[in-house]
């Protein structure tokens, strides 16, 4: 395992302030998974400009706000690409401190209007508890998600709405195929749910969905939706936007497709060689960044409110 850096952070990007030591762990496994991680940018020769992956706390309590701050980014993110139905759609992250509670998203509280402050502690039953914004949650979306907790501890967070591209995708019960390098972000790790069984209220139906997503980083609902899950609310939201465009530049080539425009499919190999170097909760991590960043200061930081 990577040696951890620890800086003092007093001041960083888009004022965001923490106070205190905040450890950033390169990789968390091997160094050959860092150095793929590396690669993806050039610093300087001297090799001292490094890229920083997901930061970690020794305070849970600072780490909680940090994930709290992210986890109202992601709605935000998610209104401004039109995700959000009526009251549908859900994130849920994994507490660090009471780590059989979660956070979720209010019910009817618009993702566009997120803010910190808005989040919802719940019990592993799905019940509101003290320490969050004391209001009621989405029952459907606690049933998905619990169980999806329950079976991957290495889960932190879990993200389903009813984005259109992914529901009308879904509808065909059937993977995306590999026809983009972003595409490729999910060789190998998207499973398919072909039983929809209505709106989920019952606990046997976030135990199917929780067994069809198994060890993937994403599912498709057939006729309902998109699921991504990662070890930060950043990859699974990241995860979420990719795959939702995914589906959408599949149904632009099913539509070029039925005009007698053929298709090219990445060879398996390459596809492969492409997720390898792109399946990193790192790097998905850092692929939201800039719309963290752009959140933070649309909002003048009220988001992190």
């Keep these: ?22 450890d950033y762990a390169p990789m968390v496994t091997s160094g050959q998974e860092d150095a793929v991680f590396q690669s993806v940018t050039r610093g300087d020769r001297a090799g001292t400009l490094k890229l920083r992956g997901i930061p970690t706390y020794t305070d849970l309590y600072a780490k909680r ?27 849920s992250m994994r507490d660090p ?8 998203n209010p019910f009817a509280k618009h993702f566009s209007a997120m803010k910190a402050s808005d989040l919802v502690l719940v019990d592993s039953d799905g019940y509101v508890c003290e320490g969050g914004n004391q209001t009621v949650v989405n ?13 991957r501890p290495d889960v932190i967070a879990a993200a389903h709405t009813h ?11 059937k993977p995306i195929e590999m026809i983009t390098q972003d595409a490729c972000n999910f060789h190998g790790k998207l499973s398919i749910y072909d039983d929809h069984g209505g709106v989920a209220l019952a606990q046997e139906e976030g135990q199917a969905i929780s067994k069809a997503l198994g060890n ?13 899950v990662g070890t930060t609310v950043d990859e699974a939201a990241f995860l979420f ?3 939702d465009k995914a589906c959408e530049s599949q149904l632009l080539a099913e ?40 959140i933070v200061e649309e909002s003048n930081g009220r988001v992190l409110e």
């Design 1 to 22: 395992m990577s040696s951890t850096v620890t800086e003092t952070i007093t001041t960083p990007l888009q004022g965001l302030q923490i106070q205190g030591q905040q």
């Design 65 to 91: 706000k940090w994930m709290k701050e992210h986890m109202a980014a992601a709605f935000r993110f998610f209104g401004k690409q039109g995700y959000g139905e009526g009251a549908a759609g859900h994130i």
């Design 97 to 104: 401190v009471l780590k059989d509670h979660f956070w979720i």
């Design 139 to 151: 029952e459907a979306g606690f049933i998905i998600h619990s169980e999806i907790h329950k079976a």
């Design 163 to 173: 984005g259109v591209h992914g529901k009308t995708w879904s509808a065909f019960g």
């Design 216 to 228: 993937n980083m994403a599912c498709i609902l057939q006729n309902h939706g998109l699921l991504t």
């Design 241 to 243: 936007y990719s795959l």
């Design 255 to 294: 539509a070029a497709a039925a005009n007698g425009v053929s298709k090219v499919i990445i060879p398996d190999r390459v596809a492969a060689y492409t997720a390898e170097a792109m399946q990193n909760p790192h790097n998905f991590y850092m692929e939201f960044q800039p719309e963290f960043d752009l």
